[in-house]
């Protein structure tokens, strides 16, 4: 059993996570594989078998529903080192770990489970970070620019990729099933271990939440009090390199997406967008939608607490 959870996670081997499939599906460690000893209503009964009666009784129960399920745990384990966890490092975890190396896979297990990692999440977050902020108006090309930054070398957090949102209202235009909270945090945190805490991180500029995602409070404050780079673009060329990222959505799909900021875009002026992409001037669409984004863009810069360079793209 690995008591630190740095260093289970730089143990090589396959790694399994044998909660349920529920437990599995709130949040898990990236690149695990649910191998869940017991299924969603199994573990239910489980724990009430235990509230109820006694420790005993569910221990028994439980051997029960995993009995007929040890030929194909054992069909799974290859002979590699495999690496087990479930949420607190109990029983779960350390019966899977007996098992695989009865049947001759070296094997070990993350004392604290899945709660310990966790708690390595928030201390990452908590550190302070030596952020870049890579801000601009929208349709300036920030996450182009982190590839490019990326490819010469620069460690770059990508947030939106994490997310699968693009951010705004125009970001999930292709439907792409988000993460859980908890499991983008994961995400994160994970690309975060990836990094030299000496080096600059290089992250672009994100409101608190980016779809269904929120970034974690410690690390937002830290992003918020970092120096921001702004890409500066004239509104043709943003018009332009917006076009080439939505142009070939679906018009359902952009009306959609007018419709959930027309408060905030204003009646008249949504009515207008809406009208602009039925006709297929979706130029014009783009542009009446920047009227808002800009205003608030403009405004969030002018509260940050530090405001560095600009340079063009």
Known sequence: MIGCAEEFLAFQGHLWDVRSPQEYTQGHIPGAINLPLFSDRERVSVGTCYKRESKRAAIQMGLDFVCSKIDGFIDQFSGDSARFYCFRGGMRSQSMMHLATSSGTPATCLKGGYKAFRRLTRDLFARKWKLKILGGFTGV??????????????????????????????????????????????????ELLKFDEAKPVWVEDESRSIGACSIPGPFFETMRASPVFVIKKSLDERVDYLLELYGDAPKGALIDAVQRIEKRLGSERARAAILSIEDGDLKSAIKYCLAYYDKTYAYGLSLRSQFASKFCD
Do not use: I, W, Y
């Open 141 to 190: 090309g920030k996450t182009k620019t982190l590839r490019v930054l990326k490819e010469r070398g620069e460690q770059v957090l990508d947030l939106e990729r994490l997310a699968c949102h693009l951010g705004s209202a125009f970001g999930n235009l292709r439907r792409k099933t988000q993460p859980t909270s908890e499991h983008f945090e994961n995400k994160v945190a994970m």
